[in-house]
């Protein structure tokens, strides 16, 4: 399938670690041209390295969504060098693990206000485009109660919530806006490899939880983001796909 994505300008942030880094790998695979930040300068730094033979322009800035100035900065650059821009991915997440206020405030800052400056940033270049999209990164902990109350999975329902209004209200304008909502997901250095060497027994029983019985890949993750961001998908708005091998306990309709 031609997903329409030659050609096109991506901005992701959080791009260089897990379901990010893959999605824009894909992205590129795709022929997207792509903008990416992260905090860490040297990972961003790495990043770019690895995509130097590119056959489409990719670029990165280390940048902090927390920092309203520096992100709205940085995309408004990142626009003018991309030519414009047809989708954005806000990726960037606190992934707090608590329901202290602490983590609550982090996650707000981060999760929440970090897609909605990337959102308000990026809308006067969607609204140009042919092809306008946004698709923003929640998580199966925000429609399935795993037993314990965090910030994370309020933080995640709201943005599932958030990026629902936004289709209704931007759909006359030509640009759709979609989540989707990872369930357990495994790769070198995120949470589930830490629990996985700090906490075998949890990592097993989530593994035997799992009706596919494995964990995610992040490419997965990625392939349902990049077919909702693209034109392919063009008629779809207001969704959230669940991408989880079938392990949320609930009917999804």
């Known amino acids: 399938m031609d997903l329409g994505l030659a050609g096109k300008r991506a901005i992701v942030t959080g791009g260089t670690k897990g379901i990010g880094r893959r999605i824009v790998d894909l992205l590129v695979a795709e022929g997207c041209n792509v903008g990416f930040c992260a905090r ?99 998580s199966t902990a925000a429609v399935n109660t795993s037993g314990g109350v965090r910030a994370y999975s309020g933080l995640k329902a709201a943005l599932i919530s958030y990026m629902s209004g936004l289709s209704t209200n931007l759909a006359g304008k030509g640009i759709r806006a979609n989540t989707v909502s990872p369930g357990a997901i495994f790769f070198e250095g995120g949470v589930w490899d830490k629990r996985k060497r700090e906490a075998p027994d949890a990592y097993a029983a989530a593994v035997a939880r799992n009706p596919m019985g494995r964990l995610g890949t992040p490419e997965e993750v990625a392939a349902a983001v990049v077919f909702l961001a693209s034109p392919a998908a063009g008629y779809i708005s207001g969704t959230n796909i669940i991408v989880d091998g079938a392990a949320t306990t609930r009917v999804q309709y």
């Open 40 to 138: 860490d300068p040297k990972q961003v730094d790495q990043t770019l390295a690895e995509f130097s033979s590119a056959k489409v322009s990719v670029i990165g800035r280390a940048v902090d969504v927390t920092n309203d100035d520096g992100l709205r900065s940085w995309i408004k650059e990142a626009a003018t060098e991309l030519g414009g821009v047809d989708i954005l991915i806000p990726n960037a997440s606190a992934l707090v693990s608590t329901a202290n206020i602490d983590d609550w405030r982090l996650g707000m800052e981060v999760d929440i206000l970090g897609t909605v400056r990337a959102v308000e940033a990026t809308l006067p270049y969607l609204e140009t485009s042919d092809a306008g999209s946004i698709v923003a990164i929640s």
